[in-house]
């Protein structure tokens, strides 16, 4: 028998989620439910969920905005956010942390299944939806849903900007990364043109995750270009960068 496959709902108030579960019941998916966006990021990462309805006010020490980024850090399922709120800064946080659509509560069953509907169809239409909760890089291994670093099957306590780097720089390991594009991606637009900032952390890393910080053999620097993560231990010309 084929296995139902899954739709997330995210929200802290139960009945809620319970009335979502009776709108939900006829269209052949599985219902599951978080009300912390701990449990949330979870279960995006292990159930791989058709669609996601994420609420913004959530119990829990993440509200559903900051789920929703960390979910995308290994996932780009869609997410609708279904909220109390209607005010347009909530919507825009909502959007600019990678909502596919947002309905305001109460909501009407047939408007939010037809928008499930069109945006399940539209990440179908646009390919099928990526999972990847774990990325290896030689001894370097990151669990992204958990957060978590291990170099040498030894977990290393990265801050949540040192972890958003490392990850970017793993998700595109072997490849040079510009100063100004892992600036814009981990801190923001407004911070672009802040290399020491960057070569700060960078120096931070090296210290927690290459065995000698002072001859980098991990997180290597382009000098005047960028940083990379190497795909097999190395060493360039200027790498102390």
């Given at each position: 028998m084929t296995k139902k496959k899954n739709l997330l709902v995210v929200d802290q108030d139960p009945k809620h989620i319970t009335l979502m579960r009776q709108i939900l019941s006829g269209?052949?998916?599985?219902?599951?439910?978080?009300?912390?966006?701990?449990?949330?990021?979870?279960?995006?990462?292990?159930?791989?969920?058709?669609?996601?309805?994420m609420e913004i006010n959530l119990e829990g020490e993440i509200d559903g905005c900051v789920a929703v980024r960390r979910i995308r850090d290994f996932s780009d399922v869609p997410v609708i956010f279904v909220c109390a709120s209607d005010k347009p800064e909530d919507i825009l946080q909502a959007f600019e942390s990678g909502a596919d659509d947002y309905i305001s509560k109460p909501v009407h069953s047939q408007i939010l299944l037809a928008r499930m509907?069109?945006?399940?169809?539209?990440?179908?239409?646009?390919?099928?939806?990526?999972?990847?909760?774990?990325?290896?890089?030689?001894?370097?291994?990151?669990?992204?849903?958990?957060?978590?670093?291990?170099?040498?099957?030894?977990?290393?306590?990265?801050?949540?900007?040192?972890?958003?780097?490392?990850?970017?720089?793993?998700?595109?390991?072997?490849?040079?990364?510009?100063?100004e594009q892992l600036l814009s991606s981990v801190w923001g637009q407004k911070y672009s043109n802040e290399i020491d900032y960057l070569r700060s952390y960078i120096h931070i890393l090296r210290r927690k995750l290459e065995t000698d910080p002072q001859h980098p053999r991990l997180i290597l620097s382009k000098p005047g270009v960028g940083y990379m993560l190497a795909s097999e231990p190395a060493a360039w010309p200027g790498a102390r960068e």
């Open positions: 269209t052949g998916f599985r219902v599951i439910a978080a009300r912390t966006g701990e449990a949330a990021v979870d279960l995006a990462a292990s159930e791989q969920p058709e669609l996601i309805f509907r069109a945006v399940i169809k539209r990440a179908s239409r646009e390919g099928m939806v990526q999972h990847y909760t774990e990325i290896t890089c030689g001894s370097l291994k990151i669990n992204i849903p958990g957060r978590q670093v291990t170099i040498d099957d030894r977990e290393v306590y990265l801050s949540e900007t040192e972890f958003n780097l490392i990850l970017e720089l793993a998700k595109n390991q072997g490849r040079v990364l510009m100063h």
